[in-house]
């Protein structure tokens, strides 16, 4: 029997840079400067729910967005931005496979205090300043 | 030392009923007929973050929200509500108690693909509906 191989939708692959790989999974930089952003993938096949992952590697995802949630908290600082709130959510309504949002917010965001989902346009980084950010992280 | 209390907030009590208490969370049924739509909230003071909570905590929130995530499939199934997706997301953008949304999701809700938070108005349950729905967790 092969087994299912994880591949990475061509939608987050597009809109987003790749970090590293954490217990689970690619951790990601949003490609969108308006917020400190970043993605997790389970680098697992065929998932879409949380609870579609097995009891272990749901806490290995929990134990990465305590790791991306003080990653972004870094990133923050470097884009100058207030962290004052951390949303952590796993929508997938557009891209089905299993993604976690790690995002700073504050009160002076354009989307504050609504989600950011959805919210107008993403504002791609400039030339070079990605790989700053990415330098960060390494 | 006195041990601060937990006091839910006012205004999460008021837009929600109780269901009951889990291993950490108290988890409550959102008044808005819209979405099949249950609310975790940490029953410890003064967190307004994931990872404000201790690790123990983060794992007792996690299997709070397996337990919701059945739930929330069950509830939908009584508001005869096809689950394709569920949202699970910390927000806390407006208030600031520490809490966990567990949404069902489809194609023919009404703010779909886009996020259900600051859509629209709630419409509430009328007159005996959330009885029935809340009875069906007892």
Redesign the interface.
Known sequence: MNMPTFILDPRIAASSYLIRSLSLCQVRLQNDRRWPWLVLIPEVADR????DLS?AD??RL?ED??TA??MVKTLAAAMDFEVQ??????????VAQLHVHVIA?NDQDPA????V??FGTAVPFEAGEQEKLLNLFK
């Open positions: 879409r729910e949380i609870i009891e749901q806490t929990l967005v305590r949630s003080e709130k951390l949303n952590v959510a796993n929508l997938g309504n557009i917010r504050w205090p609504g989600p989902w959805g």
